[in-house]
């Protein structure tokens, strides 16, 4: 009688376990790979520029900020794009946001354009040649004051 329980204790925690894989499966498969995060990075890098000449540096900050917390489902759908993205955020566009926090829009400038660059050459090297970064005219988010004066301190941990 023991011996039975326990192969009906064992036959059941397989299935609770093949549910939760199946079920875990569903979740991985809706979140967005590259291409939709990507489009928020695009949008807030583009915003982080009126922001800084703007002299608002917080909500630079603050578009630095989430356009890299926008690709942490990569880290799951596509791990070796994710790393990449991780690299080059902590590297490549350490002086965007050094400059952000300085307050230097003469700097942020020279590194944003530098920036900018490393990105068209990235998507060439992955075969999206085709996606090249150009400074906009004005921002993605026309809803914004990009002018209220702030520093990157004034962002929310």
């Not at 093949?18 to 499966?25: D, Q, T, V």
């Not at 590194?111 to 993605?140: D, E, L, R, W």
Request: glycine share 8%.
């Amino acid at each position: 009688m023991a011996r039975e329980r326990g192969r009906l204790a064992s036959v059941g925690r397989h299935r609770l376990a093949s549910w939760f894989a199946a079920a875990l499966n569903d979740v991985i498969s809706v979140l967005p790979k590259c291409a939709i995060p990507m489009r928020e990075v695009g949008d807030r890098y583009q915003n982080m520029y009126f922001a800084a000449k703007g002299g608002n540096w917080g909500l630079a900050f603050y578009m630095s900020k989430y356009m890299n917390g926008a690709m942490n489902p990569a880290r799951i759908t596509k791990p070796d794009e994710y790393g990449m993205w991780k690299s080059f955020y902590e590297e490549s566009f350490a002086p965007v946001n050094k400059a952000i926090v300085a307050k230097d829009f003469a700097a942020f400038d020279k590194a944003y354009t530098s920036v900018m660059n490393s990105c068209n050459q990235c998507h060439a090297g992955m075969g999206y040649g085709f996606i090249k970064v150009v400074k906009q005219k004005s921002p993605a988010d026309v809803g914004i004051d990009y002018k209220v004066p702030s520093k990157a301190e004034d962002v929310p941990k």
